[in-house]
């Protein structure tokens, strides 16, 4: 079957097979075929590093995943090359995983919940490479993670996809609690200028290496600081016409400080976890309340159910416009 896929000298072919695995974009389902001193490697998208051809390839008849070497599925989520076992997982799920023709370089096992303010998971190595930096890739953008020193979900893909998909080109952003940066650099890559802010520093020396890998570093401005200050920075220079407030569980402590912060017509994407006999009522009346404290009616444009997060409980985001 015909397949896009990246030439390489054959020298070239391990460094770069080992690339394309790590940030997700290696055709596992394909060989890698040679020809005249090249390799040439099947990718499932195009790769800005790299120039794409299409070409024939045959399809692999002896890829294994983790299951057919354990009998079961394991339980993990996958963040570029590496894998997070969940922590009732044993040793041999991780070397199954690192074994399967999966792309998987590394496995760790999840220590502990969020932890700090800071925001960090406890690791412990499991099997192959032993290393926590990776760089995971999402809708054609590429974000360097280093899992020990911040957290990071790939459950919020297609989430980070959704609100990026509403913003105009020139709105001015402020991503309250940024992380290394996947929402800033979604809504970036959308047009719009971006302040960004967190508590931990690692984070935002990633978030601003994320923006330039990405080709958005003259257009988001990070700040390693309490959103609470700066937001009023942004207050002070105009205001925001969306704001993110992804920090569930306690987003709520930032809400006037979010409403002081946008301006007239903007629009607050806020995140929270809620039990299913709640999922919206609450969280929009705590938004409506702070809202007229700060002289603003709320709208509410819309509510989504982002992800399952434990039994009952559900992670939500409200898109409220301030009027």
Partial sequence: MKSLCVRVRRQDGEETRKRLAGDGVLDHDLRIEEEDGYLYIPVTEAYDDLPTTRRAFDERDDATDAADILGHEPRFETVGDVALL????????????????????????????????????????????????????????GFVVDLTEVYFTPRLAEERQRVASDVSPDEMVFDMFAGVGPFSVAVAEAGADVVA???????????????????????????????????????????????????????????????????????????????????????????????????????????????????????????????
């Avoid at 070397?95 to 792309?103: C, K, Q, T």
């Avoid at 096992?109 to 760089?135: C, F, H, I, L, P």
Wanted: charged share 35%; hydrophobic share 35%; proline share 2%.
């Fill in 86 to 141: 969940e922590p009732e997982e044993n040793d041999e799920a991780g070397e199954a995983l690192v074994e399967a023709d999966n792309g998987i370089e590394t496995a760790l096992r999840v220590e502990s919940a969020v932890e700090g303010r800071e925001r960090t998971r406890r690791m412990s190595y499991v099997a192959g490479e032993r290393k926590t930096r990776t760089v995971h890739r999402e809708y054609g953008r």
């Fill in 197 to 323: 802010s967190d508590i931990n520093g690692r984070a935002v020396e990633l978030l601003r290496e994320n923006a330039e890998r990405n080709g958005v570093g003259d257009s988001v401005t990070a700040y390693n600081d309490d959103a609470r200050d700066v937001g009023r920075r942004v207050a002070d220079a105009g205001g925001a016409d969306r704001v993110y407030m992804n920090l569930p569980h306690t987003a709520d402590e930032f809400l006037e400080t979010a409403c002081e912060t946008a301006r007239s017509g903007g629009v607050l994407h806020y995140y929270d976890i809620r039990h299913e006999d709640d999922l919206f009522e609450g969280a929009v009346e705590e938004i409506r309340e702070t809202a007229v404290r700060c002289g603003y009616e709320v709208e509410v444009l819309e509510e989504v159910v982002v992800r399952s997060y434990a039994p009952y409980d559900y992670n939500v985001c409200i898109d409220a416009r301030l009027v």
